[in-house]
């Protein structure tokens, strides 16, 4: 092979990889997008996270008390069904920041860990008069489907929380 022809070829999986994490940060994205879009009573967080994660994709909430399953058993422990109210229920509204993930890309497979920040405001109507923050980290393990990147494991691991009363 050429020296050009190695350089060229070299830039061409530099690219990819390049390419490849940008679609990786953006599914990672997408997961807060689907909790923080849906404030309150709405619910419908399955609209972004069907496309976020892989159609068998499971989950290890168990750090928060939360679902070890599905990520379709984790909206409905998050969100509730029915009659049943999820965790988030006593909320009024949440924001979850992300910091830049850290990823490494082995052909169609990924691992990535993306450390955040959530703040949650309790629903004083229902007596939760706390605002609650919570810090930790999402470990993923990423699949190259045909639809792109979706998130196949996930993990949370959470560092601390504090509530915090809300002053009258």
């Known amino acids: 092979m050429s020296s050009d022809a190695s350089t ?20 990672i994205a997408r997961y ?21 994660f892989s159609a068998d994709a499971t989950v290890d909430y168990s750090a928060a008390g939360g679902t070890v399953g599905s990520y379709k058993e984790l909206a409905k422990w998050m969100r509730g069904a029915g009659d049943v ?24 497979t990924a691992k990535a860990r993306t450390d955040f920040f959530a703040t949650h405001r309790g629903r004083a109507d229902q007596g939760n ?3 609650y923050n919570a ?14 990147w979706r998130i196949a494991f996930r993990r949370l691991e959470v560092y601390f929380g504090d509530p915090l009363p809300i002053a009258s």
Do not use: C, Y
């Open 32 to 52: 807060s997008l689907g909790q923080d879009s849906h404030q309150g009573t709405d619910s419908n967080i399955l609209e972004q996270w069907d496309s976020t």
């Open 135 to 148: 810090v930790g980290a999402f470990i993923d393990d990423l699949v190259r489907t045909p639809n792109g």
């Open 85 to 108: 109210q999820g965790s988030m229920s006593s909320f009024s509204n949440w924001q979850h920041m992300l910091s830049l993930p850290t990823v490494s890309v082995n052909a169609d």
């Open 8 to 27: 060229s070829s070299k830039n061409t999986d530099r690219l990819q990889w390049l390419l490849d994490r940008q679609d990786i940060q953006d599914v």
């Open 129 to 131: 008069n706390t605002h």
